[in-house]
Nanobody, 124 residues
Framework: QQQLVESGGGSVQAGGSLKLSCTAS????????MAWFRQAPGKEREWVAH????????NYADFVKGRFTISHDNAKNTLYLEMNNLSPDDTAMYYC?????????????????WGQGTQVTVSS
């Protein structure tokens, strides 16, 4: 079975940090576009960041630039999202997604695999 499993979510106070992990099973994260999305209740799923593991190229949504860092470890078959200086606006379910080598940008429809999500709650 091909799965992405997120972990590392939780509840933190504003200004705190969390590190999310996405471990893949049944598929390799190498040579793919990997991404993090988030979705709050009543809102559309929004793109947070993505990484092309084949080249190391990456991009971030404006609202997380300077605060979040996307990275990966091929040996562990895991994608990470380091989240710093969190604010209540960051509260959402965070999803890991896997696409193809080059296909996978800001549109969630471009991704083939999704995790179940991990909840991040930031209190003020």
């Amino acid at each position: 079975q091909q799965q992405l499993v997120e972990s590392g979510g939780g509840s933190v106070q504003a200004g705190g940090s969390l590190k999310l992990s996405c471990t893949a099973s049944g598929l390799s994260i190498s040579s793919r576009c990997m991404a993090w999305f988030r979705q709050a209740p009543g809102k559309e799923r929004e793109w947070v960041a993505h990484l092309r593991t084949a080249t190391g190229s990456l991009n971030y949504a404006d609202f997380v630039k300077g605060r979040f860092t996307i990275s990966h470890d091929n040996a562990k078959n895991t994608l990470y999202l380091e989240m710093n200086n969190l604010s209540p606006d960051d509260t959402a379910m965070y999803y890991c997604a896997a696409g193809g080598l080059w296909i996978g940008g800001v549109n969630p429809q471009e991704y083939n695999y999704w995790g179940q999500g991990t909840q991040v709650t930031v209190s003020s």
